[in-house]
């Protein structure tokens, strides 16, 4: 009910609003809205069993304390026994001591295979397994990724076990009820229940952060747990929570099991990962990145280098490019590219589509391994030197490179553009983070071979009427540490 009252006061009308307040629901009323909420009663008595407690030894530290020399004590002595004990003492304390963790796991194989966190098993010197009906049994460790914290464990059970299956993360919705079980604080066998509170976050985690996001309870020790929709189908690992507590305050994280599906076959079957690779250094579009290369709004994965001998270089694909879409999926921000490329069949031949100076360039690649991309860029440690001279522009001053230069910022080989000798602590410059060393290889999105070079660019950037001017960077002079900024210039 709404009741307006308005009157005058020195010629202002004013408005009073009283809302009536619900009525406390009878008996009746609560048993019917009680009913609604679901019981995951039946559910947890089918899945518990297939849910197990995991108990890590690893060795740690060995005692602070410096090595105790062991005196000489003659035989006769009456300490020699109490000294002998002591010093024996000791030196055991010095030894690495053996740690035990606990962590969760579910089974989804009846042979004996187990999925877990990565961070459960790190450094495991001895694995085992507590079933739900008491059994313990020792585990090998099959595989794991660090990179999506996932790891598979192998048991060999007497008889069959009972398992769960992987659902479809992609489908769940935000306030869809799911039900997490593991292994918090050692109780194991706990159930919580919950919603999801949001989809696809990001905590730098990792490359392929990509989380479900739940307030079902999760502590220490439900790490590597399954979380379950309410059909009883795995669709998420339980793999982080949010807490200045340590305890669970309704944030947690979990990965989605349509990217664990693949890291888990590939487990199995390899026993590492077998990722897909491009071979590029992406960054994001930011808004004036977006206005400076002529984008309706920031989208896409911007590359800001090329791996020599990569997939993306046989391809035709340019710093400068933003990515769009790839193999058919939307790239609609810089931390899709990753994972879509990680998904992709290694070998497989993909339709990339990027923007490329305003317009949209259709390119195909042939996929390569990650492993074996990283391998190559680690082996991967080089320019024609322009004739000196300098600008002063942007809050920066510039150089083209000479040797003196090169040899004085430790300017690799292969860089070619002006570097940045002196920055205006107040100008546009300094607010984007340039510092005496990096290197400008490209401007407006053209190459750069000197500091006039950057001069022009922004004569033209000006007169375009545009409010800010593309870079690309080498940090430091690193062609390691790649990346585009729009400075203004206005």
Do not use: C
Request: aromatic share 4%; no cysteine; hydrophobic share 40%.
């Amino acid at each position: 009910m709404n009741i307006v009252l308005r009157g005058l006061l020195g010629g202002t009308a004013l408005a009073f609003a009283v809302v009536a307040l619900p009525l406390p629901m009878t008996v009746p009323q609560a048993q019917a809205q009680a009913a609604e909420l679901p019981s995951v009663a039946d559910l947890a008595d089918r899945l518990l069993p297939a849910v197990v407690e995991i108990t890590v030894e690893t060795k740690g530290p060995g005692g602070d304390a410096p090595p105790v020399k062991v005196p000489d004590i003659p035989d006769n002595s009456p300490f020699k026994d109490f000294f002998d004990d002591f010093f024996k003492r000791q030196q055991q304390n010095d030894q690495p001591r053996t740690m035990t963790s606990m962590g969760s796991g579910f089974i989804i194989d009846s042979a004996g295979l187990i999925v877990t966190n990565n961070h459960v098993v790190d450094g495991a010197t001895g694995i085992e397994v507590h079933l739900h009906d008491d059994t313990n049994l020792k585990a090998e460790l099959v595989g794991r990724d660090p990179k999506t914290d996932l790891a598979v464990l192998r048991v060999k059970p007497t008889h069959p076990l009972p398992t769960v299956a992987f659902g479809d993360s992609d489908t769940l919705r935000i306030g869809e009820w799911v039900m997490a079980i593991g292994n918090p604080f050692g109780l194991g066998g706990s159930v919580s229940l919950g919603i999801v509170s949001a989809r696809n976050r990001d905590i730098n985690a990792g490359p392929y952060d990509d989380y479900i996001q739940t307030d079902a309870a999760i502590n220490k020790g439900n790490s590597g747990g399954p979380l379950f929709n309410l059909k009883g189908e795995v669709v998420g690992i339980n793999t982080a929570i949010f807490s200045p507590t340590g305890g669970s305050v309704g944030i947690g994280f979990s990965v989605p099991a349509n990217t664990a599906k693949s890291i888990v076959d590939q487990l199995v079957k390899y026993g590492e990962t077998r990722r897909g690779w491009l071979g590029v250094k992406i960054q994001s579009v930011t808004d004036d990145i977006a206005e400076s290369m002529g984008l309706d709004h920031p989208r896409g994965a911007l590359i800001a280098d090329i791996t020599k001998t990569g997939p993306a270089e046989a391809a035709g694909i340019q710093a400068g490019d933003v990515v769009i879409e790839f193999d058919g999926h939307a790239v609609n921000q810089m931390r899709d590219l990753p994972r879509l490329v990680a998904e992709t069949e290694v070998g497989k031949t993909v339709v990339v589509k990027v923007l490329r100076k305003r317009e949209e360039v259709t390119l195909t690649a042939k996929v390569g391994r990650l492993e074996d991309g990283e391998k190559v860029v680690a082996q991967q440690d080089g320019g024609n030197d322009s004739a000196p001279a300098t600008a002063t522009l942007l809050g920066m001053t510039v150089s083209s490179i000479s040797d003196e230069l090169r040899a004085k910022y430790s300017i690799d080989k292969d860089i070619k553009g002006a570097v940045v000798t002196a920055v205006d602590a107040s100008g546009a410059a300094a607010e984007k983070r340039l510092a005496a060393g990096d290197v400008i290889t490209e401007a407006g999105e053209k190459p750069v071979t000197g500091a006039s070079d950057i001069k022009d660019r922004l004569e033209e950037t000006t007169k375009a009427g545009k409010s800010s001017l593309l870079l690309l960077i080498a940090k430091g002079g690193k062609s390691a540490d790649m990346r585009f900024i729009a400075l203004k210039v206005k």
